[in-house]
């Protein structure tokens, strides 16, 4: 079964739009951490944020935030007034304290068009 | 501060050639790690070192090798490629373990005909 799920492949925005992007895992460990990538078009991964279980207040950078909650098991990014460099495949991935597996979602590719 | 670096960038072998990738990393982290990254598939953890003269196989170690002779080097290697192992691979670094942020090298395309 996945441990992380991006139940959105593809999405395209109007450039100023806000996007979400989901990101739902699964895990029995009370301890975990959550990331999120991005993966631009030049093909490199970039670190977004990491968080652990144990810290769910809502965190804010700059055109970025992220809503972590525990009670369904999600993990979404949003993108506010998004541009088109924020175009790009986005990861989102889980690591349970108790193994030594890095659970990467199948991404969620993001069009901004201007 | 370099990072992360991986050579080559681009390589193409063919089926039965074996080849060494290269990963090195400044920032004195004990943790290093190989991935590949399939279409549809996210990544998967090839192989993993917790520190110098350690290391472990990941979800998919078949058809690879890796030694981690000092901190900074972590070198992947095809033993006898074959087209099952055209892919992108990604080497990243973490300070101590995996619950630390990881950070990627720019990635190797290959190709195996």
Not at chain 2, 49 to 72: F, H, K, L, W
């Amino acid at each position: 079964a996945q441990k992380v799920t991006q139940a959105q492949t593809e999405i395209s925005v109007v450039e100023k739009e806000d996007v979400t992007l989901d990101c739902v895992y699964e895990t029995r460990d009370t301890t975990y951490y959550l990331f999120w990538y991005k993966q631009p078009p030049s093909g490199e991964l970039v670190f977004l944020i990491r968080r652990n279980s144990f810290d769910e207040q809502n965190e804010i950078s700059g055109r970025y935030s992220w809503n972590f909650q525990k009670s369904t098991s999600s993990f979404n990014f949003t993108i506010t007034a998004s541009q088109v460099v924020d175009s790009a495949v986005y990861f989102c991935a889980l690591v349970e304290n108790t193994g030594n597996q890095f659970y990467f979602g199948t991404g969620t590719s993001l069009t901004v068009i201007p | 501060n370099a990072g992360v670096t991986q050579t080559p960038k681009f390589q193409v072998l063919k089926t039965g050639q074996s080849m060494t990738l290269q990963c090195a990393q400044d920032m004195n982290h004990e943790y290093m790690s190989w991935y590949r990254q399939d279409p549809g598939m996210g990544l998967r953890l090839i192989h993993y070192s917790v520190g110098a003269g350690i290391t472990d196989q990941g979800e998919v170690p078949n058809g690879y090798n890796v030694s981690r002779s000092t901190t900074e080097d972590f070198p992947l290697r095809l033993l006898s490629a074959a087209p099952s192992q055209t892919s992108v691979y990604f080497c990243a670094s973490g300070v101590r373990d995996l619950t630390d942020t990881q950070y990627f090298g720019p990635g190797t395309r290959l190709t195996v005909l």
